[in-house]
Nanobody, 124 residues
């Protein structure tokens, strides 16, 4: 079993940056595909970014490309999401997710493990 705990959310002005962290318990986490999703009030959960277990493969939602970086540190059992030039419409709860079943994509149903989420509020 893997438990995921997100941190790093908060209030930021439009155009600002935040780095979210997802700390995992469990020695097998380093072999899991990991991803970030977000959910705004009244909206469905949407994909943000994903990284392979090795860190060698990443994929981003189109709206996030060029200003977002997902990375992982195996020594710390942690996955990061660096977001720059944030927009007010990106105010959401951001969730970390993990899959033990090989490469997982943009569908939230592919991920068996989820954190509790961290709130990111972008003010205009």
């Amino acid at each position: 079993q893997v438990q995921l705990v997100e941190s790093g959310g908060g209030l930021v002005q439009a155009g600002g940056s935040l780095r979210l962290s997802c700390a995992a318990s469990g020695r097998t986490f380093s072999t899991y595909t990991s991803a970030w999703f977000r959910q705004a009030p009244g909206k469905e959960r949407e994909f943000v970014a994903v990284i392979s277990w090795s860190g060698g493969t990443t994929n981003y939602a189109g709206s996030m490309k060029g200003r977002t970086t997902i990375s992982r540190d195996h020594a710390k059992n942690t996955v990061y999401l660096q977001m720059n030039n944030l927009k007010p419409e990106e105010t959401s709860v951001y969730y970390c997710a993990a899959s033990a079943a090989g490469w997982a994509g943009t569908n939230s149903g592919e991920y068996a493990y989820w954190g509790q989420g961290t709130l990111v509020t972008v003010s205009s």
